[in-house]
């Protein structure tokens, strides 16, 4: 296994918070580019050709939502240091140059760090389900078990994850604004291998036994998107070292 670490964690994650810990998010924050991006890209570009079924998933009921994602991620991308792009495609700062007429998680997968997960409300429903997503890096869960499913049978498997955290979340997620995005990260121990799935069968409650090496983190954003109102959120992944977190 080849280890991709980070230098550093970002500072706005380095200071701890009260759950469920969202904050404002400035668009212009929402992606990162950090140091690992080139190879952080190329192990997503080869889990798309080799494991595309378990990493990229989408119901009929998402295709606009899909979309949608999909020029907000262009949009804010072409802003950031390093892409450029013209009607059809786009060059990344790797150099590599993406079609933007492919599938729209495909075209997302391609061009940023970010997992890009899209939640949906359907009508008479209490919950928002998981409708579509382009997950390379999840943390201890299977893309295919989770997909079309409400939020509080998605965390089942989690003994905290109670009634109470059930109802914050799912008010969280009404609460998401037009305009008005919202970030929030956490701290994980799965390891520092950035493909790591686990159906729920295995699942484990086992604390980390021995010295922690690496530690994981998320950076994960909700966005409102105006067209479809589903909310898009997005995982930046991070693996570095304990001295790295400060």
């Known amino acids: ?28 924050d929402w992606l990162h580019v950090d140091d690992v991006y080139a190879a952080q890209m190329n192990e997503r570009l080869r889990l798309m050709e080799t494991r595309r079924g378990a990493v990229c998933a989408q119901m009929e009921c998402a295709e606009e ?3 949608e994602a999909k020029d907000l991620v262009v949009e804010y991308a072409r802003k950031k240091d390093g892409f450029s792009h013209e009607p059809t495609e ?22 940023v760090q970010e997992d890009m997960c899209i939640l949906q409300k359907p009508n ?39 009634a109470d955290i059930a109802r914050r979340v799912q008010r969280l997620c009404d609460g998401v604004k037009v305009g008005r995005p919202l970030w929030r990260f956490n701290y994980g121990h799965a390891g520092p291998e950035l493909f790591q799935p686990r159906s729920e ?44 977190v400060g």
């Open 124 to 162: 008479c429903k209490d919950e928002h389900i998981l409708s579509a997503a382009i997950l390379c890096f999840p943390s201890l869960w299977t893309l295919s078990e989770k997909l079309g499913h409400p939020m509080g049978r998605i965390h089942a498997p989690v003994d905290e994850y109670n």
């Open 65 to 67: 939502a899909c979309h």
């Open 1 to 28: 296994m080849k280890l991709i670490c980070q230098s550093v964690l970002p500072e706005d994650m380095r200071v701890e918070r009260a759950l469920p810990g969202v904050q404002p998010l400035k668009m212009a």
């Open 201 to 244: 069968k295995d699942f484990s409650h086992d604390p980390v036994q021995g010295v922690v090496k690496y530690q994981r983190a998320e950076r994960q954003s909700l966005i409102r998107l105006p067209k479809s109102d589903a909310i898009l959120f997005s995982i930046h992944t991070y693996v570095v070292t304990p001295e790295a």
């Open 90 to 111: 786009m060059w990344c700062p790797d150099g590599r140059v993406v079609s933007l007429t492919d599938d729209p998680l495909i075209v997302m997968g391609a061009l």
